[in-house]
């Protein structure tokens, strides 16, 4: 179907395309080394008591495709309101507990800030 949309959107124009559909995400991987700077971050930002390990998913998740070409590791930042309902990020009726803003903020600055001094991000 997607194949059929895209030759009848071209063909008025004259020109041919060729329609490479894959479907699914690739696995996220986390780089080893990235994954400690992000756990170095966390203790350092939020204490040890704040780190969790959570079940694995199964769900597909697009953040495997950045780390097939660069090393990185994803991580999760808590949204909820402690003992609030849980909603899910891709609805519509997604509420977050705002006070998270500056908590990501801080990591995503302290792990730049590590990556920098560790000379993340490149590959061998």
């Known amino acids: 179907m997607v194949r059929e949309a895209v030759l009848d959107i071209v063909r008025p124009y004259g020109v041919t395309a060729t329609v490479d559909y894959l479907q699914g995400v690739p696995p996220v991987v986390n780089d080893a080394a990235s994954a400690r700077i992000v756990a170095d971050t966390a203790d350092a930002q939020l204490g040890p008591h704040h780190r969790s390990e959570v079940p694995q998913s199964l769900g597909g998740e697009d953040f495997g495709w950045y780390l097939e070409g660069v090393p990185g590791a994803m991580f999760r930042l808590g949204t909820r309101t402690p003992g609030g309902a849980t909603y899910d990020l891709h609805q519509g009726d997604l509420r977050i507990?705002?006070?998270?803003?500056?908590?990501?903020?801080?990591?995503?600055?302290?792990?730049?800030?590590?990556?920098?001094?560790?000379?993340?991000?490149?590959?061998s």
């Open 97 to 123: 507990d705002e006070g998270a803003v500056p908590v990501g903020a801080a990591m995503l600055a302290g792990i730049a800030v590590r990556a920098v001094g560790h000379g993340a991000g490149t590959r």
